[in-house]
C-alpha cells in the first residue's frame, strides 16, 4: 500500500500550519491544538496578535484534520531526522526529551531560564523539551544576547516548526529572522524605526504586546493596505486597523514584564 504524501491542512495558511506543528513539537494532541484554536479565534485581541494579517476564518481547521496533521507531521519528522547527519541549527533532531542535565551548564542556564520566562508570560507549562528546540534557545540565546529569554523560547520552538515548511516559505522565514536579530528592534525606539525602514514591505518578526514574536507576512499585509484605500474611500473601517495602527505606534523596549503563571516546569505534556 502506497504511503499517504498529501499534506493535511494544507489549505490553512502557513503561519497557522506553523503554529499547529510548534505545538505538535511540544506535545500536544490534536484535541488541545483544537480547543487552543478555538479559543484563540474567539479572542479578537490575542487573534489579532498572534496573526495581525488573518481573518479568524482562515484558522478553521476540524478536529479530523487535526488528528491527520499530526500523524503526517510525525512521520515526516522521523523521515526528517533520519535524513538529518549530524545536528545543525535550523534542522530537527531528536523528538526525545531532554534532562537539563544533561546540557552543558551554560546551555542549561540558557534554556531553563528562557522556558521559565515563557511560562511566566504565558501562564502555561511549555509542555516537551526536545533536544533540537533545547540547541535553537541556546543558539540564539548566544547570538541575541539582549533579546529577552521569553521571545527566545518562543522563537526556537518557531524555528523548529519551520522544518514541514515548503522551502521558499522556509527561506523568507529564515531571511526575517536573520533581519529581525541583526537590527535588534527590541532594543529601542530609534533601532526599531531602523528595522522597520530596512523590511518596508518584506515579512518581518515584531514582538507583541507581551513581548512574543509574531511573523508578519509582508504580501498579506499589502492586500490588506490595498483593501484598506477601498474601505477609507467608502467611510468604512480598514479591516485590522486597529491592531496595525497599535502595532505602528508602539515602542518595543528591551524587556517587558511578565503576566505571572507557572515556571519551571519541562518536559511536561499539558493536560488534555
Same mark, same amino acid.
Given at each position: 500500500?502506497?504511503?499517504?504524501?498529501?499534506?493535511?491542512?494544507?489549505?490553512?495558511?502557513?503561519?497557522?500550519?506553523?503554529?499547529?506543528?510548534?505545538?505538535?513539537?511540544?506535545?500536544?494532541?490534536?484535541?488541545?491544538?483544537?480547543?487552543?484554536?478555538?479559543?484563540?479565534?474567539?479572542?479578537?485581541?490575542?487573534?489579532?496578535?498572534?496573526?495581525?494579517?488573518?481573518?479568524?476564518?482562515?484558522?478553521?481547521?476540524?478536529?479530523?484534520?487535526?488528528?491527520?496533521?499530526?500523524?503526517?507531521?510525525?512521520?515526516?519528522?522521523? &523521515? *526528517?531526522? $533520519? #535524513?538529518? +547527519?549530524?545536528?545543525?541549527?535550523?534542522?530537527? =533532531?531528536?523528538?526525545?526529551?531532554?534532562?537539563?542535565? !544533561?546540557?552543558?551548564?551554560?546551555?542549561?542556564?540558557?534554556?531553563?531560564?528562557?522556558?521559565?520566562?515563557?511560562?511566566?508570560?504565558?501562564?502555561?507549562?511549555?509542555?516537551?523539551?526536545?533536544?533540537?528546540?533545547?540547541?535553537?534557545?541556546?543558539?540564539?540565546?548566544?547570538?541575541?544576547?539582549?533579546?529577552?529569554?521569553?521571545?527566545?523560547?518562543?522563537?526556537?520552538?518557531?524555528?523548529?516548526?519551520?522544518?514541514?515548511?515548503?522551502?521558499?516559505?522556509?527561506?523568507?522565514?529564515?531571511?526575517?529572522?536573520?533581519?529581525?536579530?541583526?537590527?535588534?528592534?527590541? &532594543? *529601542?525606539? $530609534? #533601532?526599531? +524605526?531602523?528595522?522597520?525602514?530596512?523590511?518596508? =514591505?518584506?515579512?518581518?518578526?515584531?514582538?507583541?504586546? !507581551?513581548?512574543?514574536?509574531?511573523?508578519?507576512?509582508?504580501?498579506?499585509?499589502?492586500?490588506?493596505?490595498?483593501?484598506?484605500?477601498?474601505?477609507?474611500?467608502?467611510?468604512?473601517?480598514?479591516?485590522?486597523?486597529?491592531?496595525?495602527?497599535?502595532?505602528?505606534?508602539?515602542?518595543?523596549?528591551?524587556?517587558?514584564?511578565?503576566?505571572?503563571?507557572?515556571?519551571?516546569?519541562?518536559?511536561?505534556?499539558?493536560?488534555?
Amino acid at each position: 500500500m502506497a504511503r499517504k504524501t498529501k499534506e493535511p491542512g494544507k489549505r490553512l495558511p502557513p503561519e497557522v500550519r506553523e503554529w499547529i506543528d510548534e505545538h505538535f513539537g511540544r506535545g500536544w494532541t490534536p484535541p488541545q491544538v483544537y480547543r487552543a484554536l478555538e479559543t484563540l479565534r474567539r479572542d479578537n485581541g490575542k487573534f489579532r496578535e498572534r496573526f495581525p494579517e488573518l481573518d479568524p476564518r482562515d484558522v478553521q481547521c476540524s478536529l479530523r484534520v487535526l488528528y491527520e496533521r499530526w500523524a503526517w507531521w510525525k512521520e515526516k519528522r522521523t &523521515s *526528517s531526522q $533520519e #535524513a538529518s +547527519a549530524g545536528v545543525r541549527w535550523g534542522t530537527a =533532531s531528536t523528538e526525545q526529551p531532554v534532562a537539563w542535565l !544533561s546540557l552543558d551548564p551554560d546551555e542549561a542556564r540558557m534554556v531553563l531560564a528562557a522556558v521559565a520566562a515563557w511560562e511566566s508570560v504565558t501562564g502555561m507549562d511549555w509542555g516537551t523539551l526536545t533536544e533540537s528546540v533545547a540547541r535553537h534557545i541556546a543558539y540564539l540565546a548566544r547570538a541575541a544576547p539582549d533579546l529577552p529569554p521569553k521571545a527566545v523560547a518562543a522563537l526556537a520552538s518557531r524555528v523548529d516548526a519551520w522544518t514541514l515548511l515548503s522551502q521558499e516559505e522556509k527561506n523568507r522565514r529564515w531571511e526575517a529572522l536573520g533581519r529581525f536579530l541583526g537590527y535588534r528592534p527590541w &532594543s *529601542s525606539p $530609534e #533601532a526599531e +524605526a531602523r528595522y522597520l525602514q530596512a523590511v518596508g =514591505s518584506r515579512d518581518h518578526f515584531m514582538l507583541d504586546s !507581551s513581548g512574543l514574536p509574531v511573523y508578519v507576512v509582508a504580501a498579506r499585509a499589502t492586500l490588506i493596505g490595498r483593501s484598506s484605500l477601498k474601505a477609507t474611500a467608502r467611510g468604512e473601517s480598514p479591516p485590522g486597523a486597529s491592531s496595525r495602527a497599535s502595532r505602528r505606534s508602539r515602542q518595543i523596549p528591551a524587556t517587558r514584564r511578565g503576566t505571572g503563571g507557572k515556571t519551571g516546569v519541562h518536559g511536561v505534556t499539558p493536560d488534555g
